[in-house]
């Protein structure tokens, strides 16, 4: 009987040893709060990269409305000009020699607005990178309401840009496209001419 209460007794104070440890309770939970830390940090990382991307693609939009706005006729060059500013703009964005980073997509357009209709329509229209220049004529349905005055025209330019995290561990692998879209009134005259002519007076705003 004595060697099984012998026994019992070392059990238990083995067990009591067991449940006063604490040795590797720091391990512990650093193993269970590692995975939350690691989403954290990532996701941080991804979301702030993102949101300065999309800032980026903001300014450019904007900058490519204003540059040309500010002209009284524009050529290829000029354009060609507005859109390297463009990719200034979107750095480190842009894509390097490696290839690492996507291309900038970008439109500049002018657009009219119908005086009997209040609509606007496209009187020319160049693309940046693979953007679609739109064609000539055609309307564009999302212009504000406010700007709509007739016998007016407007420099409309769109940006894209499709954000790749570095990571992909919280945001999508495939990546995130972003827009944006500016509108200003020409500067100096009533519309922008586009293509600027080679000799001559420039001709009358387009209506059609």
């Not at 903001?58 to 463009?86: E, K, P």
């Not at 309307?139 to 499709?162: C, H, K, M, Q, R």
């Amino acid at each position: 009987m004595k060697p099984v209460l012998n026994r019992l007794r070392r059990a238990r104070h083995v067990a009591l040893r067991l449940v006063t440890d604490r040795r590797g309770i720091a391990a512990i939970e650093f193993a269970m709060i590692v995975p939350v830390m690691l989403v954290m940090f990532f996701g941080t990382v991804e979301f702030s990269s993102g949101v300065a991307a999309n800032r980026k693609v903001t300014l450019t939009a904007r900058t490519l409305s204003d540059l040309t706005s500010q002209s009284i006729s524009v050529a290829d060059s000029d354009l060609a000009n507005f859109f390297a500013a463009a990719g200034a703009i979107m750095t480190p964005y842009v894509p390097p020699p490696n290839g690492l980073y996507n291309p900038t997509k970008a439109v500049i357009s002018e657009l009219y607005i119908d005086p009997n209709t209040l609509q606007a329509r496209v009187q020319w229209s160049k693309g940046y990178q693979g953007g679609a220049a739109r064609p000539v004529g055609s309307t564009v349905p999302t212009v504000p309401a406010a700007l709509l005055t007739g016998n007016t025209y407007l420099i409309f330019s769109e940006v894209g840009f499709l954000y790749t995290p570095a990571v992909g561990y919280v945001m999508a692998k495939a990546g995130i496209n972003l827009s944006d879209v500016a509108y200003t009134r020409p500067r100096q005259t009533a519309c922008v001419i586009y293509p600027t002519p080679t000799s001559g007076a420039l001709p009358p705003c387009p209506t059609s």
